[in-house]
């Protein structure tokens, strides 16, 4: 059973029982006050005969004693009850009896009489062939004595079609009071359980992820105020869950950057040690054992550095850009990659003076590495050009291949974020990763990055950099 039946529910028990217990308090109290009534009324009556037998003692010049005998007694009875909806009845100190107005069974040796005798009045309800008859007696005193007394029956069969008739009434009235109580519990029911069917709703949503419900609840209670805080609630939820969802991905563009980074040592050490093999010349393999040292040295701080980010917790590297010739960056990188473009056969040429600007050598590298590595995986080249030139107070490099090119549609996706592509390659030997964060290591140097290329013609990749000092920045993955 629903709660909303269940507030109907128990809305109609209690209804019901009120109801119940107002028809017996209203019954019992009319009653009551019916009977009051008439016993009130027969005593004012009791007053008036009590005058009127005096009177009549004083005319007919009888006694008292007379006055209650079966002489005058019946005569004395019809006398008072006359043009009145009651019968009149004179009782003698033996309890007797001796007059009366009607012929009816006139109820002898009643308690009443007994307890009028003693000097107080009475009333008692009697009942006989289903008709109440209502029965007052009062002790008749002369001279300090009590002489006799006047007793009253009062037919209820009025009152009793009274109750009946009130009793219809209200049933009628309770009846209908019932029906528009329960439509309006219902409809109360109903109204105030609309936010906990909303809430309810949402609960489920919550249950499969979705936190983006909201419950409206215009009321100032505790309905109120717990969809106020459901709503609170899944907006907490809704921020966290999202927060982590942040840090998920910021943790696995670190990751999927750090990984790519370590490749390009990886590879030059191991061009280096292929290339050792085919060596005669002790200079040849002491250069090469060189750069081996070199290269893993740089892999070594790689991993230290990615291990003091993880104690830090801050996922951040540092770009720390200083004054170095560009044109030495770039024949130190050619050579470390020597190995690797000797065994894929293709020849380098290197135009241009050199010159001073602002880099980060080691993360300079780390793009050029990315840059000549593509072109040597993808573009199908046996050439590459590089030219250095100055142009104000920016300096530029161009690494140009003669391989197959890139179309206009690849073009527009090269530099996207792993996540935005939806046609991301990952092999052995790509992960889609290099140009995105060449390009973003460049932009935090305060650098530029460019690509240019025609298919069939071949693809050209421009190098900006600034000749003045930029900012510490730090690169946030």
Known sequence: ??????????????????????????????????????????SQYFALHRIEAL????????????????TYAPFIASHLAANSNFQVQLFAPDETIVGSSSDKDNLLKRGDIAA?????????????????TLVYSA?????????????????????????????IWFIGAAAGCLVLSLLASYSFASFLMKPLHALQRALRRVSVGDFSSKIEANTRDEVGELAASFNEMSHALQHHIELLHYEQGKQKAFYDNITHEFKTPLTS???????????????????????????????????EELLQTSLKGDEA?????????????????????????????????????????????????????NIIDNAIRHSECKHLHIELKEQGDRGFVSIIDNGKGISEQDQEALFLP??????RVVSRDSHGLGLPLCKQLMELQGGEMALKSRLGKGTEVQLAFSKRMPGMTLLQN
């Open 1 to 42: 059973m629903g709660l909303r039946n269940k507030m109907f529910l128990q809305h109609a028990v209690t209804i019901v029982m009120l109801l119940a217990a107002m028809y017996f308090v209203v019954n019992y109290t009319l009653n009551k006050s019916m009977i009051e009534r008439d016993t009130q009324t027969l």
């Open 55 to 70: 009177k009549i003692v004083s005319d007919k010049k009888i006694s008292m004693d007379q006055l209650f005998s079966g």
């Open 116 to 132: 009028a005798l003693q000097g107080q009045s009475a009333t008692v309800i009697t009942e006989k062939e289903g008709m109440q």
């Open 139 to 167: 002790p008749f005193w002369y001279e300090g004595k009590i002489v006799g007394g006047f007793r009253y029956l009062l037919d209820l069969s009025q009152n009793v079609e009274t109750l009946r008739q009130m009793r």
């Open 269 to 303: 050490v191991i061009g280096f040690s292929e290339l050792i093999s085919k060596m005669r010349r002790m200079e040849d393999i002491q250069e090469c054992n060189q750069y081996i040292r070199k290269e893993s040295t740089k892999l070594l701080n790689m991993v």
């Open 317 to 369: 590297w540092r770009i720390r850009p200083e004054k170095a010739d560009l044109g030495a960056l770039i024949a130190d990188s050619l050579r470390i990659l020597k190995p690797t473009l000797e065994k894929s056969m293709i020849s380098t040429t290197v135009k241009g003076s050199h010159f001073e600007v602002f880099l980060d050598p080691k993360r300079t590298q780390q793009v050029l590495f």
């Open 418 to 423: 792993p996540e935005e592509k939806r046609d």
